[in-house]
């Protein structure tokens, strides 16, 4: 990504709140973002696949959705050619070690619970679109794989 080029964010959640809540979080950051939701995993799978949608630069993935969870969903994207350097950042309310284990072994690149409050949110969303994805995917383990500020 150049200086100058929009990031596309796309966050697939369940819950509203928590849509909302991220939206307005970017909305207050200073960069060039444009940011998308949508609900559920099989919306994300169908948007996927649509070959005219742009492809986001980070793909935000609940896990515990209805329909086609998380995990299912990054194990299908992770099968595809076209999608399977898509960078994606687990973003949940889980801690469960086995999630988190699930979800490095699967092809995720960072994994980051939820935050309770909007000062951490926001604190979280810069530290992820600071990220040189190209050089912290290289270098992928489970010490950096889960985000703790």
């Not at 329909?67 to 399977?84: M, N």
């Not at 690149?109 to 994805?133: C, D, E, F, G, S």
Request: glycine letters at 4%.
């Amino acid at each position: 990504m150049n200086n100058n080029e929009t990031i596309r964010i796309l966050l697939v959640d369940d819950d509203e709140d928590d849509r909302a809540d991220f939206i307005a979080v970017f909305a207050g950051l200073r960069m060039n973002t444009f940011v998308e939701t949508l609900k559920d995993g099989v919306a994300l799978m169908n948007y996927l696949m649509n070959d005219a949608a742009k492809l986001p630069h980070i793909l935000f993935l609940d896990l515990n959705m209805p329909k086609k969870s998380g995990l299912e969903c990054l194990i299908a994207i992770k099968k595809i050619d076209r999608l399977k350097d898509l960078t994606i950042a687990i973003y949940s309310t889980s801690s469960s070690q086995k999630d988190i284990e699930d979800t490095f072994v699967n092809g995720a690149n960072i994994y980051i619970r939820k935050p309770t409050h909007p000062t951490m949110l926001k604190k979280i969303l810069m530290h992820v679109l600071a990220i040189n994805w190209q050089y912290h995917t290289s270098g992928l383990n489970k010490d950096n794989f889960l985000l703790q500020l």
